[in-house]
């Protein structure tokens, strides 16, 4: 008993690092966009620092190529890596926070679940089905609570669909996930770190060398190799079914870190919309094994609590 609850307590304590991570990333974003660096700065950032960290990793296990194939794998390094973040940083320009917390993940979710049903025949079942409109409803009214659909919302859009092409890419291919992060960030920074050099504006040369570190630590380190051993380890320690709920946490720890870090506004239909992305996202994650665990294990609970009352 004492082994399960300090197996639990530790792997809520991984959960936290990862959602807060991945939540911090989207604050990160835009706190770096609205003060020295600009959107060419933070991908180069990113992919720079978690190259050099990954590189070992890509050199042992090897870029992926018998799996992917080449097309594979620049598609892997197009649809999450750097283009994925430059388009999110760009959107992040004038976009809140907690527009692309709820966006981003929302709408990876739901063309995730329509991706495998067309690609891999994935059945939807009714708990999913339930997800992706109460996900999809939860968009639209985050949407309109936040004013007019502008040119940075549609980015956001664009962007949960390249994040959920990425996962269908690595799941068909079966790349384990540390594996996919090191090509994703080897292969950004072999093709990014030279256009930027000779191509794109840059701002970090004229930044404070304390945004330019904190950026590189957070963007290069946290989210490119912590949250995901974080995420991994959570996973190992509650279950499956809780890990994959992980995501599912992002627009409502987006929202609430844009509004203390960044001091961001957010009325009740923000907050409200956050909060149905969140439940449709977990049923969307989740889907029928959460259903079947539970009916599985609540009525044993019942009966056992009814045998206690027995004796």
Known sequence: MLIILRNTLSGLGWAI??????SGSLVMLRLGMTTSLNAYDLTVLRFGVAALILAPVAMRRGIGTDRLGLTGLLAMVVTFGAPYVLLIA??????????????????????????????LGDRIGGTRFIGLAATATGIVLFTRAGGAVTTSHLILIGTGIMWASYTLIVRRAAVPALNATAIVAVGSAVFYLPIYIVALPKQILTAPLADVLMQAGFQGVLVSVVAIYAFNRSAELLGPVAGATLPALIPVGTLGLGVVVLGETAGAGEFASAILVTMGLALILVGRPAMRWLSSHIPRGLNKKGHSLGK
């Open 17 to 22: 690092v990862a959602i807060t991570v991945w």
């Open 90 to 119: 760009l959107a992040m320009k004038s976009a809140p926070a907690a527009a692309a917390g709820a966006l981003n993940p929302g709408v990876m979710a739901i063309v995730s679940v329509l991706l495998g049903r067309m690609i």
